[in-house]
């Protein structure tokens, strides 16, 4: 079924025993702007979501990190060196 938002509102009850049947779209002035679903729905969605979702990248650095951690291993990393910048002397030339 699909609701006004003020019939959702007086209707609450109604409008959440409804989502056992089907999701249930609210609209307001026909836009629809919810959808109500029952509780094992979303909790089918929440799984899939978990099982689907990519970790980040800081999650993945986290990882490589808890890694080296448990082999005692270390990464060095070399002292920055300043090199030649092939455009400075494009931008000397340039005027403000």
């Known amino acids: ?7 959702a509102q007086q209707n609450l009850s109604d409008l959440i025993k409804a ?3 089907k999701p249930q779209m609210i609209y307001e002035q ?5 959808a109500i679903i029952d509780a094992q729905t979303f909790q ?3 799984a899939w979501q978990k099982q ?3 970790p980040s990248l800081a ?5 490589l990190r ?13 002292s920055r060196k300043n090199r030649a ?6 931008f000397e030339n340039v005027s403000p």
């Open 66 to 78: 808890s890694l080296c951690t448990e082999a005692d291993y270390v990464l060095e990393i070399p």
């Open 59 to 63: 999650d993945t650095f986290g990882e």
């Open 44 to 46: 089918e969605f929440l």
């Open 85 to 90: 910048n092939p455009f400075s002397d494009d």
């Open 19 to 21: 989502t056992t049947q």
């Open 1 to 7: 079924m699909n609701w006004e938002i003020h019939e």
């Open 30 to 34: 026909e836009k629809l702007v919810a």
């Open 52 to 54: 689907h979702q990519k």
